[in-house]
């Protein structure tokens, strides 16, 4: 059984910076991510990275933000610099299982960008 849990979220002033990290058990994920949920908005994309390396981010956070990933430990991390109140949401940790391609979600883990 896939299991994601995240930890890092809280409450920074615009221009801060925190880091989320999600640690995965249960098999072994060809892609990991993060995506997040605005009140009154649909899940959108963050960032994710391959097993390989390859990455893909959000243009609202490019320059911005950076994940980085540990196949051997199935940690996914979220470094997110020069926050803006537009980032507030919950962020989901995401992971695909590599040979079935089964989806797993986080339980989400709440950031607010407010001064």
């Known amino acids: 059984q896939v299991q994601l849990v995240e930890s890092g979220g809280g409450l920074v002033q615009p221009g801060g910076s925190l880091r989320l990290s999600c640690v995965a058990s249960g098999g072994i994920f060809g892609v990991m991510g993060w995506y997040r949920q605005a009140p009154g908005k649909q899940r959108e994309l963050v960032a994710t990275k391959t097993r390989d390396g390859t990455t893909d981010y959000a243009d609202s956070v490019k320059g911005r933000f950076t994940i980085s990933r540990d196949n051997a430990k199935n940690t996914v991390n979220l470094q997110m610099n020069s926050l803006r109140p537009e980032d507030t949401a919950v962020y989901y940790c995401?992971?695909?299982?590599?040979?079935?391609?089964?989806?797993?979600w986080g339980q989400g883990t709440q950031v607010t960008v407010s001064s």
């Open positions: 995401n992971a695909v299982k590599l040979v079935s391609g089964w989806i797993s």
